[in-house]
Protein backbone atom coordinates (compact mmCIF):
# COMPACT_ATOMS: atom_id res chain seq x y z
CA UNK A 1 0.00 0.00 0.00
CA UNK A 2 0.76 3.72 -0.25
CA UNK A 3 -0.82 6.36 0.79
CA UNK A 4 -0.17 8.63 -2.12
CA UNK A 5 -2.08 6.30 -3.95
CA UNK A 6 -4.97 5.77 -1.32
CA UNK A 7 -5.37 9.63 -1.27
CA UNK A 8 -5.71 9.94 -4.79
CA UNK A 9 -8.06 6.95 -5.01
CA UNK A 10 -10.44 8.42 -2.62
CA UNK A 11 -10.41 11.61 -4.43
CA UNK A 12 -11.09 9.63 -7.67
CA UNK A 13 -13.97 8.15 -5.40
CA UNK A 14 -15.20 11.69 -3.99
CA UNK A 15 -15.51 13.25 -7.81
CA UNK A 16 -17.52 9.96 -8.53
CA UNK A 17 -19.71 11.09 -5.73
CA UNK A 18 -20.17 13.94 -6.58
CA UNK A 19 -21.23 12.99 -10.05
CA UNK A 20 -23.72 9.59 -9.22
CA UNK A 21 -25.65 12.79 -6.99
CA UNK A 22 -26.06 15.38 -10.29
CA UNK A 23 -27.16 12.11 -12.29
CA UNK A 24 -29.41 11.26 -9.68
CA UNK A 25 -33.39 11.22 -10.05
CA UNK A 26 -33.95 14.72 -8.31
CA UNK A 27 -37.32 13.37 -6.85
CA UNK A 28 -35.77 10.30 -4.79
CA UNK A 29 -34.97 12.44 -1.60
CA UNK A 30 -34.18 9.56 0.50
CA UNK A 31 -31.94 8.31 -2.42
CA UNK A 32 -30.32 11.57 -2.44
CA UNK A 33 -29.96 11.29 1.54
CA UNK A 34 -28.54 8.18 1.73
CA UNK A 35 -26.03 9.12 -1.43
CA UNK A 36 -25.07 12.48 0.35
CA UNK A 37 -24.73 10.59 3.70
CA UNK A 38 -22.13 8.20 2.14
CA UNK A 39 -20.22 10.94 0.97
CA UNK A 40 -20.05 13.13 3.19
CA UNK A 41 -18.52 9.87 5.53
CA UNK A 42 -15.98 9.77 3.09
CA UNK A 43 -15.11 13.57 2.72
CA UNK A 44 -15.29 13.99 6.65
CA UNK A 45 -13.21 10.94 7.26
CA UNK A 46 -10.68 11.28 4.40
CA UNK A 47 -9.87 14.79 5.64
CA UNK A 48 -9.52 13.87 9.35
CA UNK A 49 -7.26 10.87 8.28
CA UNK A 50 -5.35 13.18 6.13
CA UNK A 51 -4.91 15.63 9.20
CA UNK A 52 -3.90 12.95 11.82
CA UNK A 53 -1.45 10.64 9.76
CA UNK A 54 -0.21 12.29 6.49
CA UNK A 55 -0.09 15.85 6.82
CA UNK A 56 2.28 15.62 10.31
CA UNK A 57 4.70 13.31 8.22
CA UNK A 58 4.67 16.01 4.71
CA UNK A 59 6.09 18.31 7.50
CA UNK A 60 8.61 16.56 8.64
CA UNK A 61 9.60 15.33 5.47
CA UNK A 62 8.20 17.95 2.83
CA UNK A 63 10.10 20.54 0.54
CA UNK A 64 7.21 22.60 -0.94
CA UNK A 65 6.54 20.79 -5.13
CA UNK A 66 5.25 22.68 -7.73
CA UNK A 67 3.69 25.81 -6.91
CA UNK A 68 3.99 25.88 -3.02
CA UNK A 69 6.62 28.35 -1.36
CA UNK A 70 7.30 25.66 0.97
CA UNK A 71 5.97 22.91 3.15
CA UNK A 72 3.75 24.99 6.07
CA UNK A 73 2.45 26.80 3.28
CA UNK A 74 1.48 23.82 1.27
CA UNK A 75 -0.20 22.74 4.78
CA UNK A 76 -1.22 25.28 5.93
CA UNK A 77 -3.78 25.70 2.41
CA UNK A 78 -4.54 21.83 2.97
CA UNK A 79 -5.94 22.30 6.60
CA UNK A 80 -7.82 25.92 5.32
CA UNK A 81 -9.46 24.24 2.72
CA UNK A 82 -10.51 21.54 5.05
CA UNK A 83 -11.94 24.06 7.37
CA UNK A 84 -13.63 25.49 3.85
CA UNK A 85 -15.26 21.97 3.35
CA UNK A 86 -16.46 20.92 6.60
CA UNK A 87 -18.76 24.55 6.73
CA UNK A 88 -19.96 23.35 3.28
CA UNK A 89 -21.13 19.98 4.60
CA UNK A 90 -22.78 21.64 7.58
CA UNK A 91 -24.52 23.74 5.15
CA UNK A 92 -25.52 20.94 3.46
CA UNK A 93 -26.70 19.48 6.68
CA UNK A 94 -28.86 22.33 7.62
CA UNK A 95 -30.77 22.52 3.94
CA UNK A 96 -33.93 20.01 3.52
CA UNK A 97 -32.83 17.31 1.34
CA UNK A 98 -33.44 17.84 -2.46
CA UNK A 99 -34.34 21.38 -2.14
CA UNK A 100 -32.60 24.60 -4.05
CA UNK A 101 -30.73 25.35 -0.72
CA UNK A 102 -29.36 21.25 -0.30
CA UNK A 103 -28.49 21.65 -4.30
CA UNK A 104 -26.62 25.31 -3.85
CA UNK A 105 -24.80 23.51 -0.36
CA UNK A 106 -23.99 20.51 -2.18
CA UNK A 107 -22.52 22.22 -5.39
CA UNK A 108 -20.30 24.50 -2.99
CA UNK A 109 -18.99 21.59 -1.34
CA UNK A 110 -18.31 19.81 -4.42
CA UNK A 111 -16.29 23.34 -5.82
CA UNK A 112 -14.46 23.61 -2.36
CA UNK A 113 -13.60 19.43 -2.79
CA UNK A 114 -12.34 20.15 -6.40
CA UNK A 115 -10.34 23.01 -5.67
CA UNK A 116 -8.95 21.71 -2.57
CA UNK A 117 -7.95 18.12 -4.15
CA UNK A 118 -6.41 19.53 -7.65
CA UNK A 119 -4.16 21.47 -5.24
CA UNK A 120 -3.30 18.32 -2.82
CA UNK A 121 -2.41 16.17 -5.49
CA UNK A 122 -0.27 19.14 -7.38
CA UNK A 123 1.81 19.93 -4.22
CA UNK A 124 1.24 17.84 -1.35
CA UNK A 125 1.15 14.11 -2.47
CA UNK A 126 3.81 14.87 -5.48
CA UNK A 127 6.20 16.36 -2.25
CA UNK A 128 5.76 13.19 -0.31
CA UNK A 129 6.22 10.94 -3.12
CA UNK A 130 9.41 12.60 -3.71
CA UNK A 131 10.88 12.36 0.00
CA UNK A 132 9.56 9.58 1.95
CA UNK A 133 10.29 6.10 1.42
CA UNK A 134 8.25 3.73 0.33
CA UNK A 135 7.87 1.99 3.84
CA UNK A 136 6.38 5.06 5.50
CA UNK A 137 4.08 5.37 2.46
CA UNK A 138 2.90 1.82 3.28
CA UNK A 139 3.04 2.23 7.13
CA UNK A 140 0.81 5.55 6.82
CA UNK A 141 -1.55 4.26 4.40
CA UNK A 142 -1.98 1.29 7.13
CA UNK A 143 -2.99 4.34 10.27
CA UNK A 144 -5.04 6.47 7.53
CA UNK A 145 -7.48 3.43 6.61
CA UNK A 146 -7.38 1.41 10.00
CA UNK A 147 -8.76 4.85 11.37
CA UNK A 148 -11.34 5.26 8.59
CA UNK A 149 -13.34 1.71 8.55
CA UNK A 150 -13.12 2.51 12.54
CA UNK A 151 -15.06 5.14 11.51
CA UNK A 152 -16.94 4.51 8.57
CA UNK A 153 -20.48 3.71 9.60
CA UNK A 154 -20.95 6.91 11.51
CA UNK A 155 -18.39 9.37 10.71
CA UNK A 156 -16.18 11.54 12.39
CA UNK A 157 -17.03 14.83 14.42
CA UNK A 158 -16.03 17.71 12.63
CA UNK A 159 -12.97 19.49 13.97
CA UNK A 160 -11.87 22.56 12.68
CA UNK A 161 -8.11 23.48 12.64
CA UNK A 162 -6.29 26.61 13.09
CA UNK A 163 -3.80 26.74 10.03
CA UNK A 164 -0.82 28.43 10.89
CA UNK A 165 -1.32 26.65 14.26
CA UNK A 166 -1.45 23.42 13.15
CA UNK A 167 1.39 24.18 10.53
CA UNK A 168 3.89 25.21 13.33
CA UNK A 169 2.72 22.23 15.73
CA UNK A 170 1.80 18.88 13.89
CA UNK A 171 5.07 17.64 12.71
CA UNK A 172 5.93 14.89 14.40
CA UNK A 173 9.16 16.76 14.75
CA UNK A 174 11.39 13.60 13.21
CA UNK A 175 12.86 13.50 9.90
CA UNK A 176 13.42 9.88 10.11
CA UNK A 177 11.28 7.87 7.20
CA UNK A 178 12.90 10.43 4.83
CA UNK A 179 14.77 8.85 1.80
CA UNK A 180 17.92 9.29 3.44
CA UNK A 181 16.47 7.64 6.80
CA UNK A 182 15.09 4.64 8.66
CA UNK A 183 11.02 4.13 8.14
CA UNK A 184 9.97 4.37 12.08
CA UNK A 185 7.77 1.99 13.83
CA UNK A 186 4.09 3.23 14.14
CA UNK A 187 2.31 3.05 17.12
CA UNK A 188 -1.65 4.50 15.73
CA UNK A 189 -3.96 5.48 18.27
CA UNK A 190 -7.61 6.63 16.94
CA UNK A 191 -7.78 8.75 20.24
CA UNK A 192 -4.22 10.71 19.95
CA UNK A 193 -4.26 14.32 19.06
FE1 LIG B 1 -7.43 14.42 0.09
FE1 LIG C 1 -7.24 17.04 1.87
Same mark, same amino acid.
Given at each position: MDITEVIQHQHDEQRRGFAHLEE?? *?? +?HEGLAAMWRRLSVLLETHAEAEERYFYPRLLD???? /? #? +? #? +??TAEEVEDAVHDHNALRAAIARVAEAEVGSQDWWTAVVDANTENSDHMGEEERQDLADFRQQATVELRHEIAVEFLRFQARHSADGVEPRDKDPQDYAAH /? $???? *? #? $?? *?EGAAPSVTASDDAG
Open positions: WP *RE +DLGTG /A #A +D #A +DD /A $GTGS *R #A $GG *R
